[in-house]
T-cell receptor, first 114, second 115 residues
Framework: AQTVTQSQPEMSVQEAETVTLSCTYD???????LFWYKQPPSRQMILVIR??????QNATENRFSVNFQKAAKSFSLKISDSQLGDAAMYFC???????????FGAGTRLTVKP | DADVTQTPRNRITKTGKRIMLECSQT?????MYWYRQDPGLGLQLIYY???????NKGEISDGYSVSRQAQAKFSLSLESAIPNQTALYFC??????????????FGPGTRLLVL
């Protein structure tokens, strides 16, 4: 079974600084998708960034980028120039190609200090 | 207008009551999902549906049932609610066809309290 582990229950960052959230996953598959979702206090689950395992290039979306290490089964999220609105729970998720059973990590609560 | 909507947003019920949570989507996706979120945990999949005639159990389907009334509607029922079903419930959709990007889009969530 695939599992997703987020080892940092809480993280904090100073506004305008950079923070990296960690995620590791366990799978025997070679073709899959990885995601980072953000859940602000509004409870909405918002897609932050998505990575396809067959792509070696790390995904980037504005201030958000990932460090995808397929051999190490690691998928960390880097937030640059942190803003107060980035404060939220962040969930890492895994989904094998051809399967709709998305697995989520337990989440990391990010606090942004002004 | 939101692409994925859930009703109600909040619900308080008593043990043993039957309740239904509803989800509608305007994204035109064929796949829909119900998840449960407990404090300190990630989301756990309850049921998912590939189309109107296809329903599949997820990790934690016991105590729940679903109905896919139309491509755009997917409801979750608790036949006899119990307190440990108190949680935040999310509906999600995805485009699962060829070339589909597997990204799931979530509704705003329903907070359920079972007394």
């Amino acid at each position: 079974a695939q599992t997703v582990t987020q080892s940092q229950p809480e993280m904090s960052v100073q506004e305008a600084e950079t923070v990296t959230l960690s995620c590791t996953y366990d799978t025997s598959e070679s073709d899959y998708y990885l995601f980072w979702y953000k859940q602000p206090p509004s409870r909405q689950m918002i897609l932050v960034i998505r990575q396809e395992a067959y792509k070696q290039q790390n995904a980037t979306e504005n201030r958000f980028s990932v460090n995808f290490q397929k051999a190490a089964k690691s998928f960390s999220l880097k937030i640059s120039d942190s803003q107060l609105g980035d404060a939220a729970m962040y969930f890492c998720a895994y989904n094998r190609r051809g399967n709709n059973d998305m697995r989520f990590g337990a989440g990391t609560r990010l606090t942004v200090k002004p | 207008d939101a692409d994925v909507t859930q009703t109600p947003r909040n619900r308080i019920t008593k043990t043993g009551k039957r309740i239904m949570l509803e989800c509608s989507q305007t994204k035109g996706h064929d796949r829909m999902y119900w998840y449960r979120q407990d404090p300190g945990l990630g989301l756990q999949l309850i049921y998912y549906s590939f189309d109107v005639k296809d329903i599949n159990k997820g990790e934690i389907s016991d105590g729940y049932s679903v109905s896919r009334q139309a491509q755009a509607k997917f409801s979750l029922s608790l036949e006899s609610a119990i307190p440990n079903q108190t949680a935040l419930y999310f509906c999600a959709t995805s485009d699962g066809g060829k070339g589909g990007k597997k990204t799931q889009y979530f509704g705003p969530g329903t907070r359920l309290l079972v007394l």
